[in-house]
């Protein structure tokens, strides 16, 4: 399949659709960036503006995970269905129907950042670089993680939070708004929040179906598939080029991040000081510097 400049369209995936938009000519010489968001269950929305980075010979693609966005919903599903391995198939299908499987980058934001790390521990011939953004190393690390960051918020909150969640009541207006706090501490400190970021988070509201099965009410209560994935034991197989990215405010903490710089050969790590979770917003003219710099590393040309 050729793609022509700055198209979007759909490709198929089995008998669903995944959703595509590419920044750019996929016919150039540089290497394609892949843009993988996070979630799961969210959507491509909050990172438009990594289109931004589509210059001279070097293309963007973003796209939305199947069971949100542009791509096939499917709110029927039981949590079985949806796995790593679906995930993972998802974007070796979308590499190889775009015709960049031997050619591209790939960026992965918080869930996406796991989920590149297994993709890359495979040792894809085509891949160049890898940018692991926010993305902790294993979810038992983000859940004791979060527990010192929730301590931590304005008194009684943690305490409402930890009531609805024993009571299984997550679904609350008082649950929604207790969440608040941590958000604006450790996901998007702007305020107020950017159209994109909301764009995406509306997206999880109105259909929740991935996100509730595989991590749960929220960012800080992970009771899904989840709960115990880790892929720290895949960060020695990996042998591209690779930029870590987190802030320091960032609900994805240093413990976190660690086990990536310690295992995988060579990654570069670096933190967003005015940053949570979304530097790509919060920062983004750092943001575009480093990861201009980054990608001129990996493609001088």
Not at 104 to 124: C, D, K, N
């Amino acid at each position: 399949m050729t793609v022509a400049p700055s198209a979007k369209g759909t490709v198929p995936f089995g008998e669903y659709e995944t959703w595509y938009r590419v920044t750019g000519d996929l016919r150039a010489a540089g290497p394609a960036l892949v843009v993988v968001h996070g979630g799961p269950g969210s959507t491509h929305d909050y990172l438009q503006n990594l289109s931004d980075l589509a210059e001279g010979a070097r293309s963007v693609v973003h796209y939305d995970q199947i069971g949100n966005g542009g791509s096939t919903h499917l709110p029927d599903r039981r949590a079985d269905f949806w796995t790593v391995d679906l995930f993972a198939a998802e974007l070796d299908n979308l590499l190889e129907r775009l015709g960049i499987s031997d050619n591209y980058v790939l960026f992965g934001q918080s869930w996406g950042g796991m989920l590149i790390t297994r993709h890359a521990a495979s040792r894809p011939a085509g891949l160049r670089g890898l940018v692991i953004a926010n993305s902790p190393a294993s979810y038992p690390l983000w859940l004791q993680e979060a527990k010192l960051l929730r301590d931590q918020l304005p008194p009684g909150v943690n305490e409402t939070l930890l009531r609805h969640e024993v009571a299984g009541t997550t679904d609350t207006d008082e649950y929604y708004a207790a969440m608040r706090p941590f958000y604006e501490r450790h996901v998007c400190r702007l305020s107020p929040w950017p159209r994109d970021y909301l764009a995406s988070f509306y997206e999880v509201y109105n259909d929740p179906t991935v996100y509730y099965a595989m991590n749960g009410p929220s960012e800080f209560h992970v009771n899904g598939t989840l709960r115990d994935w880790s892929v720290i034991d895949h960060c020695p197989d990996i042998n591209v080029p690779t930029l870590l990215i987190s802030g320091r405010y960032d609900e994805a903490t240093p413990a976190t991040v660690q086990p990536f710089m310690d295992h995988i050969a060579g990654a570069r790590w670096e933190i967003f000081e005015e940053s949570s979770h979304l530097p790509h917003l919060e920062e983004p003219e750092r943001f575009k510097e480093v990861m201009r710099t980054f990608l001129d590393e990996v493609d001088p040309s």
